[in-house]
């Protein structure tokens, strides 16, 4: 079992920068995929960033990347979402999400465990 809890999150104005960060507690964290999401009231959930498990490539969604970098620290057992240049449409809710696999995914679906989010508020 692995408990996630984000943090970070917060009201910004464009153009600011935040970082959330999402401890994992229960397990070991070296080997499992992790993830972020996020969702947007009337929208679904969707993809922002992931990466595999030590020394793997992070991915992103196309309407991050190149303003959000994620990295983890698995000594601390954290993710990172350092999110730069942010836009009113980066509001919403961020969640943290672990597999049970060493792969990524980009699908929501594939996720096993998930904190309990964090609301970002982008203010144009």
């Known amino acids: 079992q692995v408990q996630l809890e984000e943090s970070g999150g917060g009201l910004v104005q464009a153009g600011g920068s935040l970082r959330l960060s999402c401890v994992a507690s229960?397990?070991?964290?070296?080997?499992?995929?992790m993830g972020w999401f996020r969702q947007s009231p009337g929208n679904e959930r969707e993809f922002v960033a992931a990466?595999?498990?030590?020394?793997?490539?992070?991915y992103y969604a196309d309407s991050v990347r190149g303003r959000f970098t994620m990295s983890r620290d698995n000594a601390k057992n954290t993710v990172y979402l350092q999110m730069n240049s942010l836009e009113p449409q980066d509001t919403a809710v961020y969640y943290c999400?672990?597999?049970?696999?060493?792969?990524?995914?980009?699908?929501?679906?594939?996720?096993?465990?998930w904190g309990q989010g964090t609301q970002v508020t982008v203010s144009s």
């Open positions: 999400a672990a597999r049970t696999e060493y792969q990524s995914s980009k699908s929501s679906d594939d996720y096993t465990y």
């Open positions: 229960g397990r070991s964290f070296n080997r499992q995929a």
């Open positions: 990466s595999g498990w030590i020394g793997a490539i992070a």
